[in-house]
């Protein structure tokens, strides 16, 4: 992938509401190139989509925890996460090799909302629960590297 393309999707992987007077800005591109260069980069498939990056702060979820999974029952179907999908706490559900089945990433106000939400996910999935609390967050949502190195 070129350079300039490079800088591109790692701008727009940053701050995808961007307007494209400002990407033009930063890649030293005239707006009509960089609109250009964008949709080349979408019909190729390397841009899906857009996000604009809203903290957990802003919304009023200081409280990050990360939450393993596992079920009582090994034998049991592993639906976990349709049994899940309706908690909107539950930001992040990842599928693991080691002990536990699924690790969740989870956002909720308080510590008593926290204790609300895994009394919830143990009733809903029929699974024992070990929580961590994140206590900061040094990075998160970093751009990808498009240069792989």
Request: with cysteine; aromatic share 4%; net charge negative.
């Amino acid at each position: 992938m070129e350079e300039i393309n490079r800088k591109i999707v790692a701008l727009l992987a940053a701050d995808g509401r961007m307007s494209f007077t400002e990407l033009a800005r930063r890649t030293g591109l005239s707006v009509s190139a960089a609109q250009q260069r964008v949709r080349r980069l979408e019909q190729r498939g390397v841009i899906k989509g857009y996000s604009a990056v809203i903290s957990a702060e802003e919304v009023g979820l200081p409280l990050t925890a990360f939450v393993s999974i596992k079920p009582f029952d090994p034998a049991s179907p592993d639906d976990a996460p349709e049994r899940l999908a309706h908690l909107g706490a539950i930001e992040a559900c990842h599928s693991v090799a080691g002990d536990e089945n699924y690790i969740l990433k989870v956002r909720v106000a308080s510590p008593s909302e926290l204790e609300d939400l895994l009394q919830e996910i143990r009733a809903a999935a029929s699974v024992s629960t070990h929580t961590t609390i994140v206590l900061s967050t040094p990075f998160e949502n970093r751009p990808p590297d498009v240069d792989g190195g």
